[in-house]
């Protein structure tokens, strides 16, 4: 309820609403919306609904209400509303009656669209991007949503012909009023230096409080004609994630070469003092032996630097790849390091590496704990996932390759501190596993848990339940006497999943820290556009279920990825996902999303 947000009444009856982040301005009246965005417009006239193709004129405006950020029309059965804030304008329509048309054909929302710029469907239909007459985007219109008064989603998509813009929602079997919502955003983050093939987004975490995201650009290089190892932005949000590509601080490694893949993993702590990055492909002494590196905030706030600390394996060989996976506690004096392809006692039964800080900062330093897996064998790749809880007392890790009930099942094995210290010698005190396990599951190919340790995620992408690889999510919950091998609580799918698009659900996992929402990144989804689904605990507590949204980009393409990294803030109300294929010159790109005050919904981006 920001008054920059608010609502003008203007002497021609009309209402200004301003977005100060971006400069647009709109204009209402019952019925229109017209956009200025610099020196391009864009109109949306409302003309008439119905079913299918029998459209009638809509009554006229019989009330409206203003309040401060808030706006609605009456009309009839059909309420017009918007809604102005640091996301962007809302529009939307409560609809409290069936239109009086007979059939069984989708509601109908017929529109005529106005100025310089045109809206594109895009593959989803879900969003329509904003162009200029040479293509360029300059405005996005999306995260179409339409659910009945029992809070379901109904399928909603645009059809775009020519002047016309139709809104269609299946309202079979609804229950009535619906509410029909797109959003109007001009709003990602990007690399100011980025070309083609940088992978900016191959990583990416945010802080707890959601105001400090980090981006990965594993393949950064340096400039043009000379190669460098990869790099890692830091952001910070300011009144509101904006699109921008004005990094805050870029943190390389002081010995970075060429393929390093420094970026390749990311972990920050709670308030965003330290952040922690994996280079696999650094040599450490040797050949792809891997290293760590630690960066502490100076008391001045994050800027361009190189590494605090350098941690490596004390007993390291090549092509181990140690840094392929990271985590921090929320004080970010604990840090696990993955290394699933670690020949201990065989070959890839994997380890993980356990550092603790020392009373006056991180240092360059080898492991203060290796742990293993006792029951492990060959192939396992344990470490090919960790995960520590806000204390850093509870250690999950993943084996993808455990044969647990079957060959590549996967399991996930948990740690528990002992006496405030981690030893060499701590074995597991669970293993998860699933009930409905097959061949090549790969449980544990992502893990993630809560802040108290109480609830644990584990992708399984490979599973065939739904259909070929379509994946799952299973969450584990803690019993009252602590964690002990057990099968999963709650099974999580995807609603949309089928064979042809390559779902692989769980191959990426981000929890916030009060076990209320995880998102999942399906990078592979759609001819690799990709996309994140997004589940809520309901009130009574975690159930087998599908999403409750799933996000995408308006102007996605073949090959974006988003998805393929993801991290939620502590209260789930932020999330940053990674698309290193994405924007037009394949640099790469990381979207920001906000959650709604009514929940997360299907939507498109907030911030790129």
Not at 135 to 145: A, F, M, S
Not at 493 to 522: H, K, M, Q
Request: aromatic share 10%.
């Amino acid at each position: 309820d920001q008054p920059a947000y608010h609502f003008s009444t203007q002497p021609d009856g009309s209402y200004l609403a301003d977005e100060p982040r971006s400069g647009l301005r709109a204009r209402l009246q019952p019925g229109k919306l017209h956009v200025n965005a610099g020196q391009f417009s864009w109109s949306l006239s409302l003309d008439t609904w119905g079913r299918g193709h029998v459209l009638e004129p809509l009554p006229a405006v019989s009330d409206h209400h203003l309040d401060a950020n808030h706006l609605s029309f009456s009309r009839g059965a059909l309420t017009e509303w918007y809604r102005n804030g640091p996301l962007g304008l809302q529009q939307g329509w409560t609809v409290t009656d069936q239109p009086d048309a007979e059939g069984d054909e989708p509601l109908a929302l017929a529109f005529t669209q106005g100025g310089e710029l045109r809206g594109i469907t895009n593959a989803g239909k879900d969003s329509l991007a904003l162009a200029d007459r040479a293509g360029v985007v300059h405005l996005r219109y999306g995260g179409l949503l339409a659910y009945d008064a029992q809070q379901h989603p109904l399928p909603a998509w645009f059809e775009v012909r020519g002047e016309k813009v139709i809104v269609r929602v299946d309202d079979h079997n609804a229950l009535y009023p619906l509410t029909i919502d797109p959003w109007l955003q001009s709003s990602k983050l990007t690399s100011s230096q980025g070309m083609y093939g940088h992978s900016f987004g191959s990583s990416v975490a945010v802080s707890a409080d959601g105001n400090t995201a980090v981006i990965g650009a594993r393949d950064y290089l340096s400039r043009i004609g000379s190669a460098g190892p990869g790099a890692v932005y830091v952001y910070t949000r300011r009144d509101a994630w904006v699109n921008t590509p004005l990094y805050t601080a870029r943190l390389t490694a002081s010995d970075g070469v060429y393929g390093d893949e420094f970026g390749d993993s990311l972990a920050i702590n709670e308030d965003a003092s330290v952040i922690a990055v994996g280079a696999p492909f650094h040599s450490a002494g040797g050949e792809a032996r891997g290293a760590v590196y630690l960066f502490e905030r100076p008391s001045n706030g994050w800027v361009t630097t190189t590494e605090d600390a350098k941690l490596t394996a004390s007993d390291g060989v090549n092509f181990e790849y140690f840094g392929d996976s990271v985590a921090l506690s929320a004080d970010g004096g604990m840090l696990a390091v993955g290394v699933p392809l670690q020949n201990t006692g065989g070959e890839a039964r994997g380890a993980v590496y356990l550092f603790e800080r020392p009373t006056d900062g991180w240092v360059t330093a080898t492991e203060d704990v290796k742990l293993t897996a006792s029951d492990g064998v060959n192939n396992d790749f344990f470490g090919s996932s960790v995960s520590l809880n806000a204390e850093g007392y509870i250690l999950a890790v993943g084996a993808p390759g455990n044969d647990a009930g079957c060959s590549d099942c996967g399991a996930v094995y948990v740690y528990e501190r002992v006496d405030s210290k981690w030893s060499d010698t701590s074995t597991y005190i669970a293993k998860l596993t699933t009930s409905d396990g097959e061949y090549g599951d790969g449980l544990g190919r992502a893990i993630a848990l809560d802040a108290d340790g109480c609830t644990l995620a584990a992708g399984a992408p490979w599973n065939d339940s739904i259909c070929s690889d379509c994946g799952a999510v299973y969450l584990f919950k803690r019993p009252y006497e602590g964690w002990g091998t057990a099968t999963q609580d709650v099974k999580l799918t995807a609603s949309d999943a089928t064979e042809a698009e390559d779902v692989f659900l769980g191959n990426r996992l981000a929890f916030s820290g009060d076990g209320t929402t995880l998102a999942a990144g399906v990078p592979h989804y759609g001819w690799s556009r990709g996309g994140v689904y997004l589940y809520t605990r309901p009130d009574e507590g975690w159930v087998t279920t599908i999403e409750t949204a799933k996000l995408t980009v308006v102007d996605s393409e073949e090959l974006d990825f988003l998805g393929l990294s993801v991290a939620l803030s502590a209260d789930g109300r932020t999330l940053v996902a990674g698309a290193p294929g994405g924007s037009p010159s394949g640099v790469g790109v990381a979207y920001l999303y906000e959650r709604p005050d009514e929940g997360w919904m299907t939507a498109t981006e907030d911030a790129k």
